[in-house]
């Protein structure tokens, strides 16, 4: 009975989502597995070409082959591991980003069509019993490698989160008042009204379909200077790299983005911060007392230099 049951949903659900006709019910180019390997790369910033054949069950010749159009199609650039040079680092390039957030979007957007038909009062009971049969079968069948949060563009309602947690978590851990709520939801409201999406970008990390961490990179004033901005990891997934990786993620994009360095402006109380700009190669350039959001704080600026030349 599991098996015929089992299949019985895998033809329904399929046949529900379009999967056997992807490409036109996306409305893009690509097939299913092009869409899945451009997901992976535009989630996983550092993925060799290893890791996607194991992460994806793939044949070693057809991920090569797969790549290799990409590549001339201008989605992807391919180079040494800084890992291990025997190994092929896969990049997205500006083209493939968008690619990667065009599928994302219209796969967003045909899932909220899927679940406009569905009662408020069933979609908690629908995500309990999917979060249900992905708990199950995973324990079945080990992962190629641990599944942890994901980095994607933000959707409605992810600006406004990054509000409301950091003045929550601030007010919670610094006892600082509404003030700095006020500051971040002018820097969100700032972005959300105008950004340049390919010098500017907002990255939501999302576990279980939860938002758990959040950065940005915006323009400075200074010329050829990016800004990194809202640093947010929730407290209980801290401890995991999590942080490490945001920054990382925002420091690659504005290098790609061709700034020559990237600035950050943070408090002497943001411990764990501080070391985690200092991991990714930030340095101390000025601090200065000040009091704000009802405290006294020393507030510090950071700079790291992308380009070779640009550390003075």
Not at 249 to 270: I, K, P, Q
Request: with cysteine; glycine share 10%; proline share 4%.
């Amino acid at each position: 009975m599991p098996i015929h049951e089992i299949r019985a949903f895998n033809r329904f659900y399929t046949n529900l989502i379009g999967a056997l006709d992807y490409g036109k019910h996306l409305y893009t180019p690509y097939t299913l597995t092009e869409s899945r390997v451009l997901y992976e790369l535009a989630h996983s910033p550092r993925t060799d070409a290893a890791d996607l054949r194991a992460e994806l069950s793939l044949d070693a010749g057809y991920l090569s082959r797969l790549l290799a159009g990409f590549e001339r199609d201008g989605l992807v650039a391919r180079g040494p591991s800084e890992v291990d040079p025997r190994r092929q680092r896969i990049t997205l390039t500006a083209n493939g980003r968008e690619a990667a957030a065009l599928l994302d979007e219209r796969s967003r957007q045909a899932v909220g069509a899927l679940l406009d038909g569905v009662p408020a009062h069933e979609q908690e009971r629908l995500t309990e019993a999917l979060r249900t049969v992905r708990g199950v079968l995973s324990g079945a069948r080990p992962a190629a490698r641990h599944e942890g949060p994901v980095l994607r563009e933000p959707v409605a309602g992810d600006l406004g989160w990054i509000v409301q947690r950091h003045g929550a978590l601030y007010a919670a851990e610094f006892g600082w008042n509404a003030d700095f709520e006020g500051l971040v939801a002018r820097i969100v409201a700032d972005f959300a009204q105008d950004h340049d999406p390919h010098l500017e970008r907002v990255w939501i990390a999302e576990l279980d379909g939860r938002q758990v961490g959040s950065v940005m990179c915006v323009r400075d004033e200074a010329p050829a200077t990016a800004r990194l901005r809202l640093l947010l990891v929730e407290p209980e997934v801290r401890g995991h790299g999590l942080g490490d990786r945001l920054v990382r993620t925002a420091v690659d994009f504005a290098r790609e983005a061709g700034y020559r360095d990237m600035v950050l402006w943070t408090n002497d109380v943001l411990a764990g911060a501080r070391r985690i700009y200092q991991r990714a190669g930030f340095t101390l350039v000025s601090e200065k007392p000040h009091r704000s959001y009802g405290v006294d704080l020393v507030g510090q600026d950071w700079r790291l230099p992308l380009k070779e030349g640009t550390a003075g």
